[in-house]
């Protein structure tokens, strides 16, 4: 691996003195995110090992019914819910603040003023999703997808938001330095979107229910946009930060971004609609979404040739840096995410996937192979440098790495595949119906051993995380790489 | 300083853009929509459900319903939802529906459930499917009765509709399909692998209630696969938690389950729907789209109980008293 020799494998530094007033400041900017952001990353943790666990437990049931069905608070109808907003406001929103927080820190290089009121929000925050899940086990589920939590616990949520948001946005008032890099809009926009996003949801679903179908209409506009604006901004801020700091290179094309940036914000807002294909509705909305869906490809090749070109050269540093890997998994991932979702959304083929299982691999392609590998990438990297120890085993980020990979690929295939078996048969009349259901089971099977690997490569993170927060990480200046580099032959990292 | 601001102004606009495109202005086309009705101001649909129909919903809703089930028809140009019938069910099986499911249908309901994926059939029409007036009182003394006394009038099971198990030689149970339940009597296989008028004649051992009756959803929420051979492969989980297991006082209570094999309480019990089982019957009992709207044209030869031949006239797809439907599609 000669490439290796002339790669910038640390931070890149800037020398002597200079550098070393720079690395102070943000050693200090990172200690005042310190206990905020791992509070965040240990509760997404604990979110995460309990909707893995819930995944399994639905996968299974979904093929083998009677297991465990005679408990109310264990029936499919309702762990699903739980399974799904567990993972969206447990797990995946509290990784996106955790590294939203950090990453605003350092960017605006001012340090993190009344830390103990996040710490509040944080706390909020939990008990918010405690107090959803435990209303959906006890049958209080609304019915809206992914709004399933009832009112009461969205209204703690958005207590707890508001608590932890606006010192995201007082950071940005103090901010130093006149630029605003890429990652801030996205920050920034997803900060500004999500509580609006929230609130319309909720008021329109609850306190002002509009009529009929219009319900259906606002909840699939909160959850697309909740997919794109929410999650999918701070993975793309987290993605243009971590890319060029890992490889120590500027972003390939400031243009590209700014294009990508604003196509993103107008077109993945308009869609939503499409998932409810042919349905009730006027077809102007419908094809209004589809129509933005697939202009979302703009975004998608402006922000993918921006990655691409920035890692042009680069690209054997995935062998080594464990942030960088995971990170261009889900850059990557997000474009096979958007062509994805315009393939389904054509009318043509929703006529077969609209019903099928088709929706579900691409909403966990969405949010897991695009956005969670991001949110791995960048507690690899920032992990460190808030207990100040190194990640202990590279041969645990490994099997990490893979078991994450294979198993959304595996789920991904499966559903895909199945949902399309599945609906070509339902939309075939000379075959029963319990056909159809029989014909996608054996790929049902098929995601019960992808959510295997995924439990335990969720298991394998959570230990080292564990590790690392008890401080039993390794101290060494130098991050630990997947592979030892060539290079620096003389360091070992077992 | 200026950057900031237009980075502000973009990121509100993009988003208000959205925000009115999708939710507000949709609101104010569909958002406000009355009952249809005819001159006469009669005939009007839909109507508000029952009281305990609105608690079925939040059951339905609560407990995971909608992830298996959708309650929106498709258009036949986008999909083969008004082609499609139900798998168990008289023969002719019932449709799924005669027309596409239109914004109108849905101005009562909240939740409204519309459904994303089809694990389970549809069930926007499944109301309609239940057993005609006649149908259901010759019926009901089959739901009383004691096990194995044949229901009388049982309509004749559909070709691939076998009763029971015991049909492994016929073309309804796929090889790959589970083992029947335990204990469940095996069938006599002639008569029930025959899909000839003659097998409603014929006694039905398991005492299975008209399809889509009342008893029926009862027994098909707390055993999904005692029903037919056609459940075998049924993913549907059970939802026994809706029910009372409890000793026989006196005399057996007449919404008391008739269940078999496994599923049979023993002697002396009797297993009962609790209050909200009932209200979720009652919910999917009111299911019913066949009501004609203005706006959506309904497939020609609509009936009750449909599949019959297209050659009925267009006419007949209206129920008395409501206005004729659109001319016959193409």
């Not at chain 2, 006694?203 to 889509?212: E, K, T, V």
């Not at chain 2, 609509?302 to 409501?322: D, E, I």
């Given at each position: 691996m000669t490439p290796a020799a002339d790669i910038p494998l640390k931070e890149p530094t800037v020398s002597a003195a200079a550098g070393d007033a720079e690395q102070l400041e943000r050693a200090r900017i990172d200690a005042s995110t310190r206990v905020p952001v791992l509070m965040f990353y240990a509760s997404a943790m604990v979110w995460l090992l309990i909707g893995t666990l819930l995944a399994g437990f639905v996968s299974f049931k979904l093929h083998?019914?009677?297991?465990?069905?005679?408990v109310s608070f264990l029936t499919w109808g309702r762990l699903r819910p739980v399974h799904m907003n567990v993972m969206i406001y447990g797990w995946a929103s509290m990784a996106a603040m955790g590294t939203a927080i950090w990453l605003m820190a350092r960017l605006c290089r001012t340090t993190l003023r009344h830390p103990l009121l996040i710490v509040t929000g944080i706390w909020f925050w939990n008990i918010g999703v405690l107090i959803g899940v435990v209303g959906i086990l006890m049958g209080?589920?609304?019915?809206?997808d992914w709004l399933e939590f009832p009112p009461y616990a969205a209204l703690v949520l958005f207590v707890a938001y508001a608590l932890i948001i606006s010192w995201a946005v007082l950071m940005f008032r103090f901010r130093r330095g006149d630029q605003i890099y890429i990652t801030q809009w996205y920050l920034l926009g997803a900060f500004l979107w999500f509580p609006w996003l929230y609130a319309a949801a909720q008021a329109m679903l609850f306190v002002v229910p509009v009529q009929g179908v219009m319900q259906a209409a606002v909840g699939w506009w909160y959850a697309n946009n909740l997919l794109f604006l929410w999650f999918g901004a701070i993975g793309l801020g987290t993605a243009y930060y971590m890319i060029p700091k890992v490889i120590g290179r500027p972003v390939y094309s400031y243009h590209l971004a700014t294009i990508g940036f604003w196509t993103y914000a107008l077109f993945?807002?308009?869609?939503?609609?499409q998932r409810l294909?042919?349905?009730?509705?006027?077809a102007w909305m419908i094809t209004a979404s589809i129509a933005a869906t697939i202009l979302t490809i703009i975004p998608v090749a402006t922000v993918g040739l921006n990655h691409h070109m920035t890692m042009q050269g680069y690209f054997p540093v995935m062998r080594y840096s464990p942030t960088l890997r995971f990170t261009v998994f889900g850059a990557m991932s997000y474009t096979v995410f958007s062509i994805i979702g315009i393939l389904i959304s054509l009318r043509s083929t929703a006529r077969y996937?609209?019903?099928?299982?088709a929706s579900i691999a691409y909403s966990h392609i969405g949010l897991y192979a695009f956005f969670t590998m991001i949110m791995f990438g960048s507690m690899y990297y920032i992990v460190p440098r808030l207990v100040g120890r190194e990640w202990r085993y590279a041969t645990l980020i490994k099997l990490h790495f893979w078991a994450s990979a294979y198993g959304v690929g595996l789920m991904s295939l499966m559903l895909l595949v199945g949902g399309l078996v599945e609906g070509v048969d339902q939309n075939d009349?000379?075959?029963?119906?319990i056909e159809s259901v029989a014909s996608v089971l054996p790929y049902l099977r098929g995601r019960t051993v992808a959510a295997l690997l995924l439990t335990a490569s969720h298991f394998i993170f959570a230990f080292h995380f564990g590790l690392m927060l008890f401080g039993l990480g390794r101290t060494s200046t130098v991050p630990t790489f997947l592979n030892p580099v060539e290079a620096e032959g003389s360091e070992t990292h077992l | 300083m200026k950057g900031v601001v237009s980075l502000f102004i973009g990121l509100f606009g993009t988003f208000a853009f959205s925000w009115v495109g999708l939710t507000v202005i949709p609101n104010l086309q569909i958002g406000a929509l009355n009952p249809q009705m005819d001159e006469e101001q009669?005939?009007?649909?839909?109507a508000p459900k029952s009281g305990m129909a609105e608690r079925g919903r939040r059951i339905y809703a609560a407990n995971g319903c909608i992830y298996c089930h959708s309650q929106q028809i498709r258009p036949d140009y986008a999909s083969a939802d008004v082609d499609r019938v139900r798998?168990?069910?008289?023969?002719p099986r019932p449709k799924w529906a005669e027309r596409r499911s239109a914004?109108?249908?849905?101005?009562?309901?909240?939740?409204?459930?519309?459904?994303?994926?089809?694990?389970?059939?549809?069930?926007?029409?499944m109301g309609k499917a239940a057993p005609t007036e006649e149908e259901g009182s010759a019926a009901a003394p089959a739901a009383n009765a004691p096990p194995n006394s044949p229901p009388p009038a049982q309509s004749p099971p559909a070709n691939?509709?076998?009763?029971?198990?015991?049909?492994?030689?016929?073309?309804?149970?796929?090889?790959?399909?589970?083992?029947?339940?335990?204990?469940?009597p095996p069938a006599p296989p002639a008569a029930a692998a025959s899909?000839?008028?003659?097998a409603s004649a014929s006694?039905?051992?398991?005492?299975?209630?008209?399809?889509?009756s009342e008893a029926w959803h009862h027994r098909h929420l707390y055993?999904?696969?005692?029903?037919s051979a056609d459940n075998r492969d049924s993913t549907m989980p059970a939802y026994r938690f809706l029910y009372e297991k409890h000793p026989i006082s006196g005399e057996r209570s007449a919404d008391a389950l008739q269940l078999e094999g496994s599923d049979a309480p023993p002697p002396g019990w009797e297993v009962v729907p609790t209050y909200e089982a009932k209200c979720l019957v009652a919910y999917l009992m009111s299911l019913d789209q066949s009501h004609p709207l203005k706006e959506v044209k309904t497939a020609p030869g609509?009936?009750?109980?449909?599949?019959?031949?297209?050659?009925?006239?267009?006419?007949?797809?209206?129920?008395?008293?409501?206005p004729p439907p659109a001319p016959p599609k193409k």
């Open positions: 083998s019914p009677d297991w465990f069905s005679d209080y589920s609304t019915g809206y993945s807002s308009w869609t939503g609609m294909v042919d349905g009730p509705f006027p996937l609209h019903f099928s299982q009349t000379s075959m029963t119906f | 009669t005939d009007i649909y839909p798998d168990p069910g008289p023969s914004p109108r249908d849905y101005i009562f309901d909240r939740p409204v459930v519309l459904g994303q994926e089809r694990m389970g059939p549809d069930v926007a029409n691939t509709t076998t009763p029971k198990s015991g049909t492994s030689g016929s073309p309804a149970a796929p090889a790959t399909s589970p083992a029947p339940p335990a204990g469940s899909p000839s008028p003659a006694p039905n051992p398991n005492g299975l209630p008209p399809a889509y055993s999904p696969r005692s029903m609509a009936a009750p109980l449909a599949g019959s031949p297209p050659a009925a006239p267009a006419g007949s797809a209206a129920p008395a008293g409501s």
